[in-house]
């Protein structure tokens, strides 16, 4: 229905695009790609003091190397797969320290997970940052062990803050990450596998063999990543690049497309039943990845009315410090298992 009326479908990365037009049909004209970039202004290093920042995190001791995963805390960021890289770093060299900066529904775990395998001496774990410019400062790495993306904005800011990035070959990811200023690893999961928390002992080994080469040549790395972020992907060119499509297509707009814009303005009550039925046609779709969701993470699923208010405590209840705090306890932990068998 939509393409009817779109002259262009702007994308950020050229993956994005290929999956389009390959998949959905788009035609290749109709789709671009800028990219989102980042503001150099910013996240800039030479804004920023590391010594008071390493004594603000509590830091100012630390002599080892800082490996930085900056994320929400959730399936999509693969935190299991992250600690399994620390568990074979750690078994080789002790000159590196993980900063875990971020929070979600996995964090409990990974906390448990760090202690059980004796890691915490190789882990500290830095809560939600809002400042995470101050975070690469310090940082020497920056990981990503995503199983999809877009194209990360963490990535854009760790590069334009002079910092290296290995990161998981997932959508645009190696478009940015090329070999002078970090490193992509195969992903060796399909998206479909989001909830399996087992890893391949290959694509672990590779992130390892990554901060090795990385780490061996860091000043090398260093040097050249704010020039990559300067060269194309600032906020600056992205406005440049977008006003010149707005430009073009304003000079040179696709007739049959406005035409139809203007039947569909001129019926508008038609235009409305259409996309409400387009809904309602997405609404099974949607509902089954919220069900599924649920079934993971909570370990059953709640419909209906009571589903909706469910929702509405989880966020406010997210949002309050203090339970985020809770949750971490191991009280939390037995209210849970004993409220997952009272549900089934």
């Not at 262009?8 to 970039?37: A, D, M, P, R």
């Not at 804004?47 to 994320?71: F, P, Q, V």
């Not at 993980?98 to 775990?109: H, P």
């Not at 001129?266 to 259409?274: A, G, Q």
């Amino acid at each position: 229905m939509f393409e009817s009326v779109i002259d262009k479908t702007l994308v950020c990365n050229k993956k994005t695009k290929k999956v389009l037009i390959n998949h959905f049909g788009k035609k290749s004209e109709e789709v671009q790609t800028v990219y989102i970039g980042v503001d150099e202004s910013k996240y800039d290093p030479e804004k920023y003091n590391k010594k008071e920042l390493l004594e603000k995190y509590n830091l100012k001791e630390n002599k080892r190397k800082i490996i930085s995963y900056i994320c929400r805390i959730t399936e999509q960021k693969r935190p299991y797969l992250l600690l399994e890289i620390i568990k074979k770093v750690t078994e080789k060299r002790n000159d590196c320290l993980f900063l875990i900066v971020g929070d979600g529904n996995l964090l409990t775990g990974i906390q448990d997970e760090v202690k059980k395998h004796n890691l915490t001496e190789y882990v500290r774990f830095l809560g939600n940052i809002p400042e995470t410019e101050e975070i690469y400062k310090i940082s020497d790495i920056t990981i990503n062990c995503s199983i999809k993306e877009g194209l990360a904005l963490t990535s854009y800011e760790s590069l334009a803050m002079g910092v290296p990035v290995i990161s998981s070959d997932v959508g645009g990811q190696a478009e940015l990450i090329n070999n002078e200023v970090g490193k992509v690893v195969p992903c060796l999961q399909d998206e479909t596998e989001i909830y399996d928390f087992k890893y391949k002992d290959e694509e672990i080994l590779n992130y390892v063999n990554a901060i090795d080469q990385i780490l061996e040549n860091l000043d090398t790395y260093k040097n050249k990543c704010r020039n990559r972020i300067l060269q194309q992907f600032t906020l600056g060119k992205m406005v440049v690049n977008m006003s010149n499509i707005f430009k073009e297509h304003s000079k040179n707009p696709n007739i049959n497309k406005v035409e139809n814009g203007i039947g569909l303005s001129k019926n508008i009550n038609i235009t409305k039943e259409l996309i409400v039925s387009y809904l309602v046609n997405e609404e099974a779709k949607y509902k089954y990845l919220c069900e599924e969701y649920e079934r993971k993470v909570y370990g059953s699923i709640c419909s209906g009315e009571y589903s909706g208010r469910l929702a509405v405590l989880k966020e406010r209840l997210w949002k309050n410090p203090f339970w985020r705090l809770f949750i971490k306890t191991p009280i939390w932990k037995v209210l849970r298992k004993i409220a997952r068998k009272i549900l089934k």
